[in-house]
T-cell receptor, first 112, second 116 residues
Framework: GDSVTQMEGPVTLSEEAFLTINCTYTATGYPSLFWYVQYPGEGLQLLLKATKADDKGSNKGFEATYRKETTSFHLEKGSVQVSDSAVYFCALMNTGFQKLVFGTGTRLLVSP | NAGVTQTPKFQVLKTGQSMTLQCAQDMNHNSMYWYRQDPGMGLRLIYYSASEGTTDKGEVPNGYNVSRLNKREFSLRLESAAPSQTSVYFC???????????????FGPGTRLTVL
């Protein structure tokens, strides 16, 4: 079945450092790919998405490019802030019905 | 607009007790979902409702039942709670629709359940 693999955390960075969180997927067909963010004590929020190969999703300084050849959707940000500390989930949705398949999540800790 | 609301926020049960988790959305969405979140496992789909009047099993349905009471409300019931059901439960909703079009899922704040 479909699956998503994320790098294990926590990822610990200093403010203004460059962030990469790796995500790879296994799926049949042409899934849509997503990054969700969960701030402490809250539910998940959609951060960005890409619906076809070579699409780049972006939001709040975060970017991810849908790479079909490497089945990857790595999350990047050029300069992280303390307020970016959260858990980040990579997810896919295959065509047909709108069921999301999540990775295990990666906790990001940013220190001043 | 409250979005997706869940009650209660926290609950402690003893093994064998029953309870119902409530979820409501005010976005006129067709589809609703229940997930559980466990450490190291991400979110796993328990049940979903594509539209009012329909429900289907997700990845981990055993030990749970659901009711789509109306378009707004989707409840999750534990008939006889077990320690393995200790988790954080999230409800979500989306516009839904046919043809494989993606609609963003909006999540509630979660219910933290402990079964002793």
């Amino acid at each position: 079945g479909d699956s998503v693999t994320q790098m294990e955390g926590p990822v610990t960075l200093s403010e203004e450092a460059f962030l990469t969180i790796n995500c790879t997927y296994t799926a049949t067909g042409y899934p849509s790919l997503f990054w969700y963010v969960q701030y402490p004590g809250e539910g998940l929020q959609l951060l960005l998405k890409a619906t076809k190969a070579d699409d780049k999703g972006s939001n709040k300084g975060f970017e991810a490019t849908y790479r079909k050849e490497t089945t990857s959707f790595h999350l990047e940000k050029g300069s992280v802030q303390v307020s970016d500390s959260a858990v980040y989930f990579c997810a896919l949705m295959n065509t047909g019905f709108q069921k999301l398949v999540f990775g295990t999540g990666t906790r990001l800790l940013v220190s001043p | 607009n409250a979005g997706v609301t869940q009650t209660p926020k926290f609950q402690v049960l003893k093994t064998g007790q029953s309870m119902t988790l409530q979820c409501a959305q005010d976005m006129n969405h067709n589809s609703m979902y229940w997930y559980r979140q466990d450490p190291g496992m991400g979110l796993r789909l328990i049940y979903y409702s594509a539209s009012e009047g329909t429900t289907d099993k997700g990845e981990v349905p055993n030990g749970y039942n659901v009711s789509r009471l109306n378009k707004r409300e989707f409840s999750l019931r534990l008939e006889s709670a077990a320690p393995s059901q200790t988790s954080v439960y999230f409800c979500a909703s989306s516009e839904g629709g046919a043809g494989g079009n993606y609609n963003e899922q909006f999540f509630g704040p979660g219910t933290r359940l402990t079964v002793l």
